[in-house]
C-alpha cells in the first residue's frame, strides 16, 4: 500500500478504538460513581499514576527496537528482525521483574501518598493489583513491535478494541452487582492476558518466519545504538511521568484524596481527547519512520510543515470544544457536584492545547530515532513543572498545578524542539519556526475569546443545549480562522486536495 494509503487506514482504525474506547469509558466511569465513592475515584486516578511512574524502567526500549525495525521491515531481513524481537523479548522479562521489585518495595510508604482513606479494601491489595496489571502489558507484548515497524498499527486497534469492549462490559455488570473493587481490578488483569495471547497468536500466523528462534544474536553496532537511544529515553521517560503523572501525586499530598477524584473526571475527558490525539499521530509516525529512512530531505520539511498545521487544527478544536464543554458535559455526566471552578478548566484547557501541539514534533523526533541529543531537556522539564506547580498551587490552589505544567510545556515549544528537531534535521533558521508557533497560539487564544464571549452573550439555560453549542462553536471556528489564514498556504491546499480526492472515491461508489 502507498503510504499515505497507509497513514489512512491506520488514522481511521484509531480512531474508530478511540471512539469505541471514549463512549464505554464514560459509560464505565457512571457507573463508577454511581457505586463507589469519590475516595475511590482518588485511588484509581493516583495509583494509575503511579504504575505509570514505574513504567519509567522500561527506558524507553519499544521505541528503540521499532526504531531499528523500519529497514530490516524494508529490506525484508528476517535474521535481523528475528535478533531485534529476542533482544526486546529479553528486554520486556527484565522490564517486568524491576517494576515488581519497585512495587513491593513502595508498598509499605503507600499511606503516606493517599493519607487517611474509608474504603472497604484494603489499600495494599488494590496496589499490588495495579502492579500486577501494569507487569502483565509487558508480558507476550514484544512482537507488537513488529506491526508497529509494518505500519500494521490497525491490526493492534482492532485487537483493543476487543479488549476494551470485554473489559468495560464485565467490569459495568460487575460493579451494578457486587459494588465490589477488586473484582472491578482483576477483569482488568485478566481480560489483557486474553488481549497479549490473542495479538501473539495473529502475529505468529501473519509472519511466518521463525521469530521465537533463540539463536539469533544482533549486531554489536545494533546494540550499542539501542543502547545509546535508551541511555536518552531514559531522562525523557522520568520528564514524561513527571510532568503528564505527578499532578495527582502533588494534588494528593496537598489537597487530599478527594480533590484528585474530582480532578480525574476531568483528566478522564482530557484522557479521551488525547487518546483520539495520540491515535492519529501514532498512525502517522510509522510513515514518517520509513520517510526518513529514504533520505529525501525536501519531502521530509513539507511533511514536517503539513504535519504542524494539521496538529494545530486538532489542538485548536480539541482545547477548545474541553474549554467550552467540560462543565456542561461533566453536570450531564455525573452532576454538578462534581464540577471544577472556571479558573481550573481554563488552567487545564491552556495545557492541553500545548500538550497537543507537540505530536507532530514528536513523531517527527520519534521516527528520527532523536532520543539521545536532548536526553537532558526532561530533566529540566521535570524541575520546572514541579517548582511552578507548587509555587503556583500556593497561591491559585488546584488551577496552579496545571499552571506549573503549561510553564514546563512552553519551555518545551520555544527550546527543546526548534534546537534538536527543526534545526537537527532541517538545519532551517529558528525565525521561521517561532514566527510559526507564536502566530498558531494567537489565532487559538483569538479564537478562544470569540468563542467564550459568544455563548456568554448568548445566555442558554439549558445544560444540553449549551453543549451541543460549545461542540459546534469548537468545531466550526477554528477551522473558518484557518481557512482565512491559511487559505493561499501550500499545506491547507495540500489536505483540501486529499480531501477532494476523498470525495470523489465516496460519490463514484
Known amino acids: 500500500m502507498s503510504r499515505t494509503k497507509t497513514v489512512f487506514i491506520n488514522a481511521i482504525s484509531a480512531l ?19 457505586t463507589l465513592s469519590l475516595e475511590y475515584m482518588g485511588i484509581n486516578g493516583l495509583f494509575t499514576n503511579i504504575t505509570t511512574m514505574l513504567g519509567i524502567v522500561e527506558l524507553g526500549l519499544g521505541s528503540a527496537i521499532i526504531f531499528h525495525l ?31 521489585m519497585l512495587g513491593l518495595a513502595i508498598l509499605p510508604f503507600i499511606t503516606l501518598i493517599t493519607g487517611e482513606v474509608t474504603i472497604n479494601e484494603n489499600i495494599y491489595i488494590i496496589f499490588i493489583l495495579f502492579i500486577i496489571d501494569i507487569i502483565c502489558s509487558y508480558l507476550l ?41 477488586y473484582g472491578y481490578l482483576l477483569i482488568k488483569i485478566i481480560v489483557r492476558i486474553l488481549e497479549n495471547t490473542v495479538l501473539t497468536l495473529i502475529i505468529n500466523k501473519r509472519y511466518q518466519f521463525n521469530i521465537n528462534k533463540d539463536s539469533n544474536q544482533i549486531e554489536i553496532s545494533t546494540r550499542n545504538d ?51 490525539n495520540n ?40 482545547s477548545l470544544g474541553f474549554l467550552l464543554a467540560a462543565n456542561p458535559f461533566m453536570t450531564l455526566w455525573l452532576g454538578k457536584q462534581y464540577l471544577l471552578t472556571n479558573s481550573v478548566v481554563i488552567a487545564l484547557s491552556i495545557n492541553l492545547f500545548l500538550q497537543i501541539m507537540r505530536s507532530s514534533n514528536n513523531s517527527f523526533k520519534e521516527a528520527a530515532g532523536i532520543f539521545h541529543e536532548d536526553r537532558l531537556i526532561p530533566i529540566y522539564e521535570s524541575l520546572i513543572n514541579i517548582t511552578a506547580s507548587i509555587i503556583f498551587l500556593r497561591y491559585f490552589g488546584l488551577a496552579g498545578v496545571f499552571m506549573g505544567t503549561i ?44 468563542s467564550v464571549v459568544t455563548l456568554k452573550a448568548l445566555t442558554i439555560e439549558s445544560i444540553t443545549t449549551q453543549l451541543a453549542a460549545a461542540v459546534l462553536a469548537a468545531l466550526i471556528l477554528p477551522s473558518l480562522v484557518l481557512a482565512i489564514f491559511y487559505r493561499k498556504s501550500e499545506e491547507l491546499n495540500y489536505f483540501k486536495r486529499i480531501a477532494k480526492k476523498v470525495l470523489r472515491k465516496l460519490v463514484s461508489r
Open 407 to 450: 510553564v514546563s510545556n512552553a519551555f518545551i515549544l520555544f527550546y527543546s524542539y526548534p534546537k534538536f528537531i527543526y534545526k537537527k534535521l532541517f538545519d532551517k533558521n529558528y525565525v521561521q519556526y517561532f514566527k510559526e508557533l507564536l502566530l498558531y497560539i494567537i489565532l487559538a487564544s483569538i479564537t478562544a475569546a470569540i
Open 279 to 318: 491515535q492519529i499521530f501514532g498512525a502517522i509516525t510509522t510513515t514518517i519512520g520509513n520517510l526518513v529512512a529514504s533520505d529525501n530531505e525536501e519531502k521530509l520539511f513539507i511533511t514536517y510543515r503539513r504535519m504542524g498545521f494539521i496538529n494545530f487544527w486538532i489542538a485548536s478544536i480539541m
Open 226 to 276: 539501542i543502547i545509546k537511544k535508551i541511555k536518552g529515553l531514559f531522562f525523557h521517560k522520568i520528564g514524561t511521568f513527571i510532568v503528564f503523572g505527578s499532578d495527582n501525586i502533588i494534588i494528593s499530598i496537598f489537597l487530599g484524596i478527594r480533590t484528585v477524584g474530582l480532578f480525574n473526571n476531568y483528566y478522564i475527558i482530557i484522557s479521551a481527547i488525547q487518546s483520539v
Open 70 to 100: 523500519y529497514k530490516p521491515i524494508k529490506d525484508k531481513d528476517e535474521h535481523q528482525i528475528t535478533s531485534l524481537l529476542n533482544f526486546y523479548r529479553n528486554g520486556y522479562r527484565v522490564v517486568a521483574a524491576l517494576i515488581a
Open 16 to 34: 474508530v478504538l478511540s471512539t469505541f474506547t471514549i463512549v464505554l469509558s464514560f459509560i464505565a466511569q457512571r457507573v463508577f460513581a454511581s
Open 141 to 181: 507484548t514484544y512482537k507488537r513491535s513488529l506491526l508497529y515497524a509494518d505500519q500494521k498499527n490497525y491490526i493492534i486497534n482492532m485487537a483493543h478494541l476487543g479488549y476494551v469492549a470485554i473489559m468495560n462490559s464485565a467490569q459495568i455488570v460487575w460493579l451494578i452487582s457486587t459494588h465490589n473493587y
